[in-house]
């Protein structure tokens, strides 16, 4: 699997436009996949802040991802706005009997592939050596378009987890 993704994303976004990642619990199918694009993408082409439309862009990534970036600079996004989107999401969730919303599971690049492991093993994922201080992981807090760009997929050790697993810390000295 290629981890590139950095090409889809809009070059005329603003570098600070808010971004929103959803990781699901499990990857979309091809054919899923394709129909949350098209979701996604009438959803950015018609998306409004109190009736002024919002430059914003929606994507899956990695079959596995759903991405929301508006891009501030020209309309803000209100808190009506953002609720439009989160009631997609939940609707995408419901259609395709996907998780969306669990901050417990984290995703790492594993063997080549996305491994989902709940934060509660990560622990136990280190000891088993199934990552390590250098897997990359997908960072899903990161706010902006500069940070899905730079910090989005990054070395474990390098993220705010490493400073919760206390067998990371031993590991990387």
């Known amino acids: 699997m290629n981890i590139s993704f950095q090409d889809i994303i809009p070059q ?9 990642i959803y990781q699901a619990n499990r990857p979309f199918t091809p054919q899923e996949t394709s129909v949350v694009k098209k979701y996604l993408e009438e959803f950015a082409s018609g998306w409004t802040s109190h009736g002024v439309p919002v430059k914003g862009f929606a994507t899956v990534l990695f079959n596995q991802f759903i991405l929301f970036m508006a891009d501030e600079t020209a309309t803000g996004v209100s808190g009506c706005s ?3 989107s989160v009631r ?3 609707s995408i969730e419901k259609e395709f009997l996907v998780s969306l919303f669990d901050r417990q599971i984290l995703a790492f690049f594993v063997g080549g592939e996305i491994k989902l492991i709940p934060l509660g093993q990560v622990n136990v994922a ?4 199934i990552i390590d201080a250098d897997t990359l992981y997908f960072n899903n807090t990161i706010l902006t378009k500069e940070e899905l ?12 987890l490493a400073r919760r697993i206390e067998n990371l810390h031993r590991s990387l000295h």
Not at 12 to 20: G, M, P, Y
Not at 149 to 160: A, E, M, N, P, V
């Open 82 to 84: 953002t609720d439009s």
């Open 88 to 90: 997609l999401v939940k």
């Open 126 to 129: 280190l000891d088993e050596k």
């Open 12 to 20: 005329d976004f603003n570098q600070n436009s808010h971004v929103w």
């Open 149 to 160: 760009l730079s910090g989005w997929i990054i070395q474990l050790k390098d993220s705010w």
